[in-house]
């Protein structure tokens, strides 16, 4: 079973920058499938970025050279970076976890959810 608590959400300005953090546990850490999904309120539930087993990170358009995923497998945990902040990344921010997924990607098939990190951007 693996174990995943996210921390780090708030509220921020538009252009200013939040880090999250997501820790993991009860895997080994460099095997595991990790990515950070969010959901805004009355919108599905989307990808935002993901990090594979071999460390390689892909990201959504809407993110993309504004968020940075990153994992530091000596504390078994996940972040994401988030600058230049728009009010369109308002939502709920979810760590999620997988140990077979295959590809590993950030669409869908993830088993281990956390409970998830509310971000703000005011305009």
């Known amino acids: 079973q693996v174990q995943v608590v996210e921390s780090g959400g708030g509220s921020v300005q538009s252009g200013g920058s939040l880090k999250l953090s997501c820790a993991a546990s009860g895997y080994t850490y460099s095997s595991l499938c990790l990515a950070w999904f969010r959901q805004a309120p009355g919108k599905e539930r989307e990808g935002v970025a993901n990090?594979?087993?071999?460390?390689?990170?892909s990201y959504a358009d809407s993110v993309k050279g504004r968020f940075t995923i990153s994992r530091d497998i000596s504390k078994n945990t996940l972040y994401l970076q988030m600058n230049s902040l728009k009010p369109e990344d308002t939502a709920m921010y979810y760590c999620?976890?997988?140990?077979?997924?295959?590809?590993?990607?950030?669409?869908?098939?993830?088993?281990?959810w956390g409970q998830g990190t509310q971000v703000t951007v005011s305009s």
């Open positions: 999620a976890a997988d140990i077979f997924l295959d590809p590993c990607t950030f669409y869908s098939g993830y088993n281990y």
């Open positions: 990090i594979d087993r071999d460390g390689r990170s």
